[in-house]
Every structure is written in C-alpha cells, then in structure tokens.
C-alpha cells in the first residue's frame, strides 16, 4: 500500500465534482441485493433499475476513470500504528473504474461494479465499522440517548479534540446481529488533472444511536 496516499482529513474535496444531488437520493442497503436498489423520487421510492438517474454521469465535469476506495478501512490503515509496515493493517485493494473509450462513468455503472466489490469485502468492512461503532449508554431510568446530535450534549465542546468520546456513548465494538449497511456518501478527491478518487462511506444501523428511518430522513433534508 502507498504510505503516500492521503488519509482522510487530508482528502482534497474541490473542487466537489461528484454528483450529490444524484447519490443523496440513493436508497442502497449495501449488503442486500442489487435488485432492491431505489431512487427517492418525492416520497416515493422507484427501483434503480427502472430509473432515468442510472444513465446520469456521477460527476460534473465528467470523469472516465475513478480508484474506488472503501472510506473506513482506509481511516484504520492510517491510524494502525505498527513498528513495522509488514505489520500494519492492509485495506482492501481498490477497485478502479475505467471507460477506456473515455466517456463519462455514468451512475448505472459505477453501482454494477461498486456493489459488488463491497460485498466481496463484506468482512473487511464489518471489522472496521465494528471498532468504531458507538451506541448510547443506557440512563438510570433505563432510557437512552437516540439520534442526537452528540454535539448537544452538556459538556461537549466542538472546538475541542474530536477524537474524544462524547460522555453519553460507549464504543460497544459490538454491531448488533442483523444490523444493515447503507450507502451514506461517496467523497471525491482529485489528486491531479488525471487522477481521481472515491471514497465510499457507509451508515450503520444503530450507530451513535441513529434509526435507518433517521438517517433516511436525514438524507432527505440534505
């Protein structure tokens, strides 16, 4: 793995070619079948398959090659840290999608060969999510903190180390069984006039105490 590859907070966004109004609209349960994929027209959900969004290129200006990368594999490869490289953790090696004709990559496209290479790396992706995922801790009157912003919590400053836990969540390392994966975003990072990438960055259920029906309707007000 190239140590010169950019870590996550160093991913150059602009500018912002990828086409959110398309990929926002996305109902993807990254884990389910290909078949179930849909488009949120209104409050109406339409098969991908069937939808005009599929023939949309995924980004304005258009690209013909993009190096796929799954974003929280990638965030553990930079934060292992290893006396020797033989020994740091190895992300999943990156799917390129290529027109070799050099016309756009349209949506249709990138999601046949997006999807499966998720799935092929349905482990790799479910150990990385699972050292992360964070859940509420249960209050004394047995209630729980459920999809708040973590940021309006007392005693929570922003402008503080990130990296530190809000008091009321736990890093349980524990995904509950049956919990789904679903598409959140894909981040676009332009390295040079002819290299771009994409980093694929997954919801899951539960996490930080968020429903499927709160991320949904999250992504709805984008």
């Known amino acids: 793995m190239d140590s010169d590859l950019p870590i996550a907070d160093e991913i150059d966004e602009s500018p912002d070619r990828i086409r959110e109004d398309l990929l926002d609209r996305l109902y993807w349960n990254v884990f389910g079948l290909q078949s179930d994929i849909a488009v949120r027209d209104g409050n109406t959900l339409i098969p991908f398959a069937n939808h005009a969004i599929g ?5 304005d200006p258009p690209v013909s090659k993009i190096t796929v990368n799954i974003q ?8 292992d840290e290893t006396d020797e490289e033989e020994y ?3 992300p999943p090696t990156p799917l390129v999608i ?8 349209l949506l249709n496209e990138f999601i046949n060969q997006v999807h499966p290479f998720l799935n092929a790396n349905k482990d790799e992706i479910f150990k990385c999510e699972d050292e992360i995922y964070t859940q509420p801790t249960e209050l004394e009157d047995g209630s729980k903190f459920d999809g708040v912003d973590p940021a309006e919590f007392e005693g929570f400053d922003q402008d503080e180390d990130q990296s530190t836990e809000p008091s009321l969540f736990i890093r349980s390392g524990n995904i509950p069984a049956g919990s789904k994966f679903f ?3 894909a981040i676009f990072n332009e390295l040079d006039m002819d290299e771009f990438e994409v980093y694929i960055d997954l919801f899951v259920e ?3 105490g968020m429903s499927f029906d709160q991320f949904w309707e999250q992504r709805a007000g984008a």
Do not use: H, L, W
């Open 55 to 59: 023939s949309e290129g995924i980004a």
């Open 72 to 79: 929280v594999c990638q965030e553990k490869y930079f934060m």
């Open 88 to 90: 740091r953790y190895q």
């Open 98 to 105: 290529e027109k070799q004709d050099g016309t756009p990559i």
């Open 183 to 185: 598409f959140d975003k």
């Open 206 to 208: 539960g996490n930080m």
